[in-house]
């Protein structure tokens, strides 16, 4: 009895010890893949000078297409002070199913008190739509309300690369809360087309309103007054208060956009944009997002007018499309504050081929002019004096700003379709808007 009782023993734990060896295993698998690829520097401690190991600085990215990779890491390794540290980036995957494991092993680094020092995420449809997850912060001002990042208003101040007075004051202004600056906005997206003043006569001044754009019987202008696809809830302004967690707009405002979107795809199909959109259209950027390399593919000396879509209030919606901030968790605040100092500093927005890859205007309010041109792929880019101009009549109508969100995908992957519809009629619009307004809501209180 004894023998057996031993024997059963025996067989136990040879069992407990072949699952240890297989968990252990996995976990280093896992762990491979997870630091592999995806990572940019060794990830561990290094030694500094008197033979104390270095701290790790570790930069999490999340970015909808390729990475930048070694052009962020080799500009960050210039910073003052950073060869005290062992600098890791790190980059979200963006495949399936890799991106939600990640997301969510993150996410529960973060809410433990740990996960990366420094966040840098590109937050605009592309990586919305693109993925089931979304973006590592899927509300960014909800997360600011859950104390995830850290007020930066006192390194601010001391500042060393940025000039943080040149930055887009009313985009600034969406990264802050009651405790003060915490997410540092670094690209922004308006929705424009654009253009050449010599072979296209519009009304001066440009009407500002959908209303009277319309009543102009422009076909640019009547194009632009509309929502257009990926940028749907630009009209309705900023689409939710997540402090509040009640939606903007209401389901009657909603609808009217989807109908506006619906007249607008009948009148494409009937080929009533034909003349400004195409080869042979007087457009040079239809109906897209105004960003950098829009004027980096144009000659500069043409000479282009920019049509803004305007908001409900004829003003215009920026969305931001990337931003960075600082873990509310790190001991290294001061280098982490250092490595966003950098990236938003004047040099980097012109030379730093991250915000080639990144969708959208850089914030600094004189990037782009002939004095401070756009240095990579290939520049130098840069608008000239009349260009420029006319990108600061757009950007001083900004009187809305907005982060893309899941509601902004809830909106684009139900309405688009039931608007484009050929069967498509007033009632089956108004039903699936009251589907996805319901959905909006529920999405809001679950945020």
């Known amino acids: 009895m004894k023998k057996t009782n031993h024997t059963k023993l025996t067989a136990l734990l040879f069992i407990i010890a072949l699952l240890c060896a297989t968990l252990t295993a996995c976990a280093q698998k896992e762990n491979s893949a997870h630091t592999g690829p995806e990572s940019q520097g060794s990830g561990k401690s290094g030694t500094a000078e008197g033979g104390e190991e270095k701290p790790t600085l570790t930069v999490l990215c999340d970015f909808a297409e390729r990475n930048p990779g070694s052009d962020i890491h080799e500009s960050l390794l210039g910073i003052s002070g950073m060869a005290d540290y062992e600098l890791k980036i790190e ?12 997301i969510t092993r993150a996410g529960i680094e973060l809410m433990s008190g740990k996960g990366a020092d420094v966040f840098i995420v590109d937050c605009y449809m592309g990586n919305l739509l693109n993925t089931s997850e979304g973006c590592m912060f899927p509300y960014p001002e909800k997360a600011m309300k859950n104390k995830l990042f850290l ?9 060393q690369l940025t000039d943080f007075d040149k930055l887009l004051p009313v985009v600034m202004e969406a990264g802050k809360n009651e405790e003060g600056q915490q997410i540092l906005p670094i690209t922004y997206v308006i929705t424009v087309s654009t253009c050449l003043k010599e072979t296209y006569s519009l009304p001066n001044p440009l009407p500002k309103t959908q209303e009277d754009m319309i009543a102009a019987e422009d076909p640019l202008l009547d194009y632009m007054a509309r929502p257009l696809r990926d940028n749907l809830l630009m009209y309705l302004g900023k689409p939710a208060d997540f402090v509040k967690e009640e939606l903007s707009f209401t389901e009657d405002e909603l609808f009217d956009l989807a109908m506006k979107y619906r007249e607008l795809e009948q009148t494409n199909k009937a080929g009533g944009y034909d003349d400004i959109r195409g080869e042979s259209g007087v457009m040079r950027w239809v109906g897209g ?4 390399q829009n004027f980096a ?47 938003l500093s004047r040099n980097d927005q012109r030379s730093n081929e991250m915000y080639y ?31 420029f101009e006319q990108y600061q009549m757009a950007r001083d109508r900004i009187d809305s700003v907005k982060f893309y969100t899941p509601l902004d995908r809830e909106v684009e992957n139900a309405l688009i379709e039931a608007c484009s519809a050929d069967d498509a009629t007033e009632d089956s619009i108004r039903r699936a808007v009251h589907k996805t307004y319901t959905t909006m809501k529920m999405m809001l209180a679950e945020s």
């Open 91 to 102: 980059y979200v995957p963006t495949q399936e199913p890799d991106r939600s494991n990640f």
């Open 151 to 159: 007020p930066l208003d006192n390194y601010i101040k001391d500042a």
């Open 289 to 292: 997002i105004l960003c950098n």
């Open 297 to 343: 593919t144009q000659s500069t000396d043409d000479e282009v007018i920019i049509v803004a879509g305007p908001n409900k209030t004829g003003g215009i919606t920026a969305g931001i499309s990337s931003y960075g901030a600082v873990n509310r968790n790190t001991e290294h605040q001061e280098m982490a504050f250092a490595v966003l100092d950098k990236l």
């Open 357 to 387: 890859l990144l969708q959208g205007m850089p914030m600094d309010i004189e990037a782009g002019n002939s004095d401070n041109r756009f240095m990579w792929e290939g520049g130098p880019w840069f608008m000239n004096d009349w260009n």
